[in-house]
Nanobody, 125 residues
């Protein structure tokens, strides 16, 4: 069974930075596509960023491009470095994974089979 555990959320002021981490408990997780999504109160879960199995390809939502950076280690752990945070970044952030590494990166939630429980990020103005 694949489990994803996120950490690193918190409450910060606008302009600050946070780094989220996601540890994947699977012996083959180093071959998974990985992604981050977020869900604000009363809104649909939305795509934030994704990274290929080898880290060679990344994909970002327009709303975070240039401010957020997704990266990964072979441990396997995936990170989301969030800089210049804005109040509109406030949400629960979810880590997602999928073993179909041959498929292109996608912002579609249906492309990710495994999900973490989420970590809260709150940005105040």
């Amino acid at each position: 069974q694949v489990q994803l555990v996120e950490s690193g959320g918190g409450s910060v002021q606008a302009g600050a930075s946070l780094r989220l981490s996601c540890v994947v408990s699977s012996s083959t997780a180093s071959t998974y596509r990985m992604g981050w999504f977020r869900q604000a109160p009363g809104k649909e879960r939305e795509f934030v960023a994704a990274i290929s199995w080898n880290g060679g390809d990344t994909f970002y939502a327009d709303s975070v491009k240039g401010r957020f950076t997704i990266s990964r280690e072979s441990t396997p752990t995936v990170y989301l470095q969030m800089d210049s945070l804005k109040p509109e970044d406030t949400a629960v952030y979810y880590c997602a994974a999928d073993r179909r590494s041959w498929r292109p990166l996608s912002s579609n939630r249906e492309e990710f089979a495994y999900w973490g429980q989420g970590t809260q990020v709150t940005v105040s103005s």
